[in-house]
């Protein structure tokens, strides 16, 4: 915290974020970055459908705190796109082991993810839009990152803003199906 202070008293950041810290370490880092004048912004933390642990209580210690959140990993790696809705693509992001095991996308996981499709369709909006207007459904949600590989995509994207609100009855449904699916890959630094 002290270093991020530095950055912005020699003017080298106007702002200082944090990314994928847990409950207690965010209310840790608002505080001593207080102290020393010098306020938390905002905090990064993945965030979707299927990766659901900032709900517990990072989101009321950002509350409390002041501080914004923005999540990113929105559409779960592209699993709650219509990519995976019949199992891994050649060429997918699955396929190459970067940043999506393919033993991620289990038949579990692929259940929860076409139930959820279908909602989004009767809503009369692709998944991935659905996904990006539920991360959004929190006003304690100041925005949620979008990764696209091309216009089309981006464009695709930006049209969940055309149904940003849900009813109960879907919320509900969308509950029953959007529960953790051990996707996290930053686990381990938000849990210490």
């Not at 530095?6 to 994928?20: D, E, H, M, N, R």
């Not at 923005?70 to 992001?93: C, H, N, V, W």
Request: hydrophobic share 40%; proline share 3%; aromatic share 4%.
């Amino acid at each position: 915290m002290g270093a991020l202070h530095t950055a912005v008293l020699q003017g080298k950041a106007l702002y200082v974020g944090v990314s994928s810290y847990s409950a207690q370490k965010t209310r840790e880092a608002a505080a001593i970055l207080r102290s020393l004048g010098t306020p938390l912004l905002i905090h990064q933390p993945s965030y979707s459908m299927l990766n659901r642990w900032i709900e517990e209580e990072l989101l009321d210690v950002l509350a409390d705190e002041g501080v914004g959140c923005i999540g990113f990993s929105p559409l779960a790696q592209g699993m709650l796109t219509d990519k995976y809705l019949d199992g891994i693509p050649e060429g997918s992001r699955a396929t190459q082991g970067d940043s999506l095991s393919r033993d991620l996308i289990t038949d579990e996981t692929l259940e929860k993810i076409r139930a959820l499709n279908e909602l989004a369709s009767r809503r009369g909006q692709a998944l991935a839009q659905m996904a990006l207007a539920w991360t959004l459904r929190d006003p304690r949600m100041t925005s949620t990152l979008v990764g696209a590989s091309s216009v089309p995509q981006l464009e695709a994207n930006v049209g969940a803003l055309d149904r940003l609100e849900f009813t109960a009855e879907e919320l509900a449904e969308i509950d029953r199906h959007a529960t953790e699916s051990g996707i996290n890959l930053w686990a381990r630094s938000s849990s210490e």
